[in-house]
């Protein structure tokens, strides 16, 4: 697999970026394999992301972070340069349902998922064996009503410890402490089962059988403290008819779910999903 | 084209009935070309629709109807038969937009709706020329806040002088009044503009644009007095990413609209959707 | 899990069929929970399917076989009756790829499969670890140019030895013997990895990719002795772009292939799917 | 509408061709609304299409293109500047089907496509009152076996005498001669009502129906004196079944025709579509 620098940036909207971005690219001797950018005309906002060939370059990664210090200042850019070097540090955590991590893990192992897993957090103990037998460790913290302070501060020290760089809530049934998903922002990534904002909250599948839908639906989206109201990364939906019971919805509703979930989380691990508000800029 | 009768039942379910309709049907020489039942487990409630063909059988659509009346009482059954000799009639409802109105007079002409199109009444005058090339009387019914109670004593007046089967609001921007809405059950069908119950109410694309999501959608739906919160017939949804500003939305969003609409509208015609609470069952 | 009867049958359409199975199931009691019917009016054959909840009738299996007969001969049935109580025996053949077998092993322990998988097959001892972690057998039955005839039998003796009524061939990558084809006759199913009829024969998605076509598709069928031209039981398609190389559209094409094959299996094991000369009729 | 410039570049790919394009549109003052880029691995080519607004440069179109020259030759570029403010002058060629035109027609009064539609052939006369009626000229060419060759100078007339830029062969029937092929190379696209190379040729539906395919597609290409084998721009997919006879398939197709070839259009009309070969880049 070769080796990739990705710049990735935003910034306000003004005439020259490109060219001065590509232009201190160019200068590197920084061979372009792939380039994407995007004006979003209601905010005035600009967004790109370069990915660069690490063997066509002379600095190294932090080399060229210093070299383009003074262009990303004088654009009042925020931005990235990240190494694929460097793979990125995955926790997994799941309940007791065990579609989204079989679907990651056979990813994982066929190399669709570029990174580590260094863990699996879980409140039940079902699925140790599947992680085990893949060489990941499994931690098992209970979470009830009246521990739930410490089990979070128990799922934290665990994340912290792995230095993780990304969080995946895969089929997770609880949630994250207010306090958590604003310390791990951008960072945690979720699975909803409905097609938001239709169905948040609890049981979609069964809200959206008793009302009668055509279309059940997913949602990949990264966790804030307000409860499935994220910015949304990915959605599919898969089409049902009156022949399906609650049931069928839940069987169907976990293929879309890890579909979906490994589409978002591919992208968020090749640097392709810029947050902007509350919204995502997905250069897929 | 053939000329079919149909029999469209609901009833308590209970061992005997397919063996009791279909032997009724035998016993006239009745030939069926298409049967579909639908046991729903939850309400306990049986579904049937059946298409004979109609020179099979000896008795006319009275004859049948008069013979069949036994047995839908012994099963106490909800029940139609239709004969296709007798096309529904059908008034179309719009505002500006034309999108949906040129597909729906298309797929008429291209003989996809078995339905004659009565009139078309709209709040506006814009449309009249596309409607009146198409031999169809045309009525612009304006409605102002203050002209409201009139103005829809002339589209009830409108819709009666021509006995409609069925009303089609064809991206009409007006709300029915609830009388109407009562009056019509099961006969007025709705486009929205969303893939409800997300975005219900007004401009849904302008709602699913600041939201953020990455797939939107319409739905074709029965009208009720509860504002999009009729029996779903149909929906569908269109994929879209950051690159789609709100109008890039109006227009995917026509595309899917019209596709639903038209889909519903012609199950609707071939009695193929059977209201059952707030969901319906749609033999497609 | 309820257990079921189901009646499989297709003849020679005329007046009274359903009338006459349907009447004899009500005979017997028989509580209907599903019901399908097809007339092809092209060649005029008939087809039904029909699930009955086992404890509604008084008869068992064999009994009712024998009290449908006269029925069956009357109408010139070619038919079936299963008890769902009699899990088909299935035996799966890999090679060297493993994702639509570690899809139908998820699938199979989350009860979507409802069939005993009493072996699997390869012609490489890649998977015997996965598949002995499901505690199934496995047989290595290695296949070079010289040893295909000698290895073939053994395939035939293994799936034999344990009475399998269905064989699946999950990118086994081998060409069965006509022999085979013909022996197990509407009992082999295979995934073909492309959107047949194009791009019969091998390497199927780099014809994809130099052809430039803008979908990838999967299709499963049926095997029969004319490599990739038995009947389809169900096929799908993923969109590529310019911007995916041949790599891609094989990463795209192993999320089609498990979909499309865990599909057409779940049917066939339903028996859902009825074959009609070199086309299927699917009661999905 | 504001006016744009598109410059749309092919050229062998190697380090610091967008910073030269992007840092040349910089020093116009060029403000860049959209901007694609594609590397090609396989066969070291690049492809680039920027949007730029015409106001924010002072130079006019012709003064660009002269300003570009020497770049373009450094690099040895196939490129053009377009400017919006010059619509594309389209030619539809039709037969008696009219699903295609009608779906054109509306979408050009809608403003979907950004072109003059300067007059439609036909080789039958029954759409003359649809087209006039939308103020176009209508040209009646038959066709024959015998009267071909001197019709098809006729159609070359009729193209040549409005400066066609582009012919669109919305569901003609007729086979362009060759030499028409090649001198309107990459300016003629054509609907064809297959999933191309799947049943290329005459009548595919029923091919399709033949071999029992579980989907049916449309695909848009570029004509080329080699029968469906041209460059494809956009494919798309409906799903069937059993229960649908030829005719339903030549009713779904329609639908997935027009949407298919709407897009395609669109895509051509914006310079978003460029030829590679016998494969398109399409940056939609």
Redesign the interface.
Known sequence: MSRFYRLVVSCPDR??I???V??F???Q???????S??????TGRFFMRYEIQAD?VSLDAEGLRQAFGPIADEFEMRWALYDTALRKRVVLMVSRA??CL??LL?RWT?G?LDCDIVGVISNHDDLRRLVQ?HDIPFHHVPVSVDTKAAAFDEVERLVDSVSADCVVLARYMQILPPRLCRRYAGRVINIHHS?????AGAKPYHQAYD?????I?ATCHYVTDELDEG???????HRI???H?ADDLV?FG??VEK?VLARGLRWHLQDRVLI?G?????F?
Not at 211 to 215: D, M, S
Not at 278 to 282: A, E, G, I, L, P
Request: with cysteine; net charge negative; proline share 3%.
């Open positions: 005439v020259g490109v060219a001065r590509s232009g690219i160019a200068s001797g920084g061979s372009i394999t792939e380039a950018q995007h004006s979003d005309l209601a066509s065990s579609h079989v679907d056979y066929a669709e037998g097609f938001l904002p239709s169905f009302r009668g839908v055509k279309l639906g910015p949304i990364i990915e959605q599919d939906i008819s009156h022949c019971d069987r976990r293929d579909a902007h509350n919204k995502t800029v997905v897929a």
